[in-house]
């Protein structure tokens, strides 16, 4: 199993810039499918962008544009760049690393955009 930790979380004002990065241990690092799901106050989780092991990405369509998703499989992390906040982006985001039908899950960051 794959054990993953995510850190990087905080409070930022609108506009501004966060990046979270998901710490992986406890497996093959390079075999997985790595992607950032966020979770708002009463809303379902939902998976902000993926990138998988050829470094191919997909993004949501609200964050497209803005956030960047990114591996280092040397080090055994993911990463997520977010630039030009929203108060939307407001949520607790997850690690998530799937391989076939194995899906691990770190315990989340708190993301807080607000003036």
């Known amino acids: 199993q794959v054990q993953l930790v995510e850190s990087g979380g905080g409070l930022v004002q609108p506009g501004g810039s966060l990046r979270l990065s998901c710490a992986a241990s406890g497996g093959m690092f390079s075999i997985y499918t790595m992607a950032w799901y966020r979770q708002a106050p009463g809303k379902q989780r939902e998976l902000v962008a993926s990138?998988?092991?050829?470094?191919?990405?997909n993004y949501a369509d609200s964050v497209k544009g803005r956030f960047t998703i990114s591996r280092d499989n040397a080090r055994n992390t993911a990463s997520l760049q977010m630039n030009s906040l929203k108060p939307e982006d407001t949520a607790v985001y997850y690690c998530?690393?799937?391989?076939?039908?194995?899906?691990?899950w770190g315990q989340g960051t708190q993301v807080t955009v607000s003036s």
């Open positions: 998530n690393a799937v391989f076939g039908q194995i899906s691990s």
């Open positions: 990138i998988n092991i050829g470094g191919n990405s």
